[in-house]
């Protein structure tokens, strides 16, 4: 077994690598083209997804580092928590990306565009309540705030903004479960919903999922006490319903292991927190 002060060393190791990764690592996008500075006391430099490395053609590239830079703005509005922030809709990207190259050669993927799949991983956030400051006289719902947000932003193809808009309101376990057959007939008709809602729900699993949970939990004040507990029940109570919904093999596959991962840490955390022994 390796000595207790290796541990932080090697932890210390994992996030300077990571830290480089996000600024000047060979391979990693560092130009002004490739980066944006978020406004606001906390700025930081995050970069912008490579549309050449997701297989983005060329004649949409530009329109699709527009929104990327218009999201990751929005993104850093206060109203966007540690749960919700522009890191969360880039690993959804991540994932997407992932799972179509996955199952690229499956013959439902044919149908997929791939950048109305990447857009929709960004925008699925955009038009939330609990994000969206609306004025007073507007009665748009999510779908319109998104496409009015994309058409506003340089995306000007209708197959494009309005396909995305589709999608990303239809990623939440919330509107599967007020509609399944509704949501499954999407699937069918929309196969690029099947990717980005499993890979926007994979992002609530694992190690990621707990993390977000801690954070979520800590954000309301009469729950802040006991965020931690919460995280953790949390994880029992809805989670596994994510992994049943997966409509991907190596959705379902990437979901069982993360809800593997989540099941352990939630033993490690009822043992270490027991007190029973002393009350």
């Given at each position: 077994m390796a000595p207790f002060g290796c541990i932080p060393r090697r932890l210390s190791n994992l996030f300077s690598l990571k830290s480089r990764s996000t600024s000047s690592s060979v391979g990693a996008p560092t130009s002004s083209n490739h980066t944006l500075q978020t406004s606001g006391s906390d700025a930081r430099l995050y970069p912008l997804l490579?549309?050449?490395?997701?297989?983005?053609s060329s004649q949409?590239?530009?329109m699709f580092k527009g929104v990327n830079q218009a999201v990751m703005a929005y993104a850093a509005s206060p109203t966007f928590d540690a749960s919700h922030n522009y890191l969360h809709l880039q690993r959804a990207v991540?994932?997407?990306?992932?799972?179509?190259?996955?199952?690229?050669?499956?013959?439902?993927?044919?149908?997929?565009?791939?950048?109305?799949?990447?857009?929709?991983?960004l925008v699925h956030e955009i038009g939330q309540p609990q994000h969206h400051v609306r004025d007073q006289h507007d009665e748009r719902d999510?779908?319109?705030?998104?496409?009015?947000?994309?058409?506003?932003?340089?995306?000007?193809?209708?197959?494009?903004?309005?396909g995305a808009a589709f999608v990303a309101v239809r990623v939440?376990?919330?509107?599967?479960l007020e509609d399944q057959q509704q949501i499954k007939a999407d699937c069918n008709n929309y196969p690029a919903l099947r990717i980005v809602q499993d890979a926007v729900r994979?992002?609530?699993?694992?190690?990621?999922?707990i993390g977000r949970c801690f954070a979520q939990g800590g954000l309301d004040k009469e729950q802040r006490d006991g965020a931690g507990q919460n995280g953790v029940e949390l994880c029992y109570e809805t989670?596994?319903?994510?992994?049943?919904?997966?409509?991907?093999?190596?959705?379902?596959?990437?979901g069982k292991e993360r809800l593997e991962f989540m099941e352990k840490f939630c033993e490690h955390w009822m043992e270490e927190t027991n007190c029973a022994m002393v009350l």
């Open positions: 490579d549309p050449e490395r997701l297989g983005i949409h590239r530009d991540m994932l997407a990306h992932k799972i179509y190259q996955e199952h690229k050669d499956d013959h439902w993927v044919l149908d997929v565009n791939p950048v109305v799949m990447y857009i929709a991983c999510q779908e319109d705030i998104i496409r009015d947000f994309l058409k506003a932003n340089g995306c000007r193809d209708p197959l494009v903004y309005s939440s376990l919330e509107c599967e994979l992002d609530r699993l694992g190690a990621v999922g989670f596994g319903k994510y992994v049943e919904l997966m409509k991907t093999k190596m959705g379902r596959n990437l």
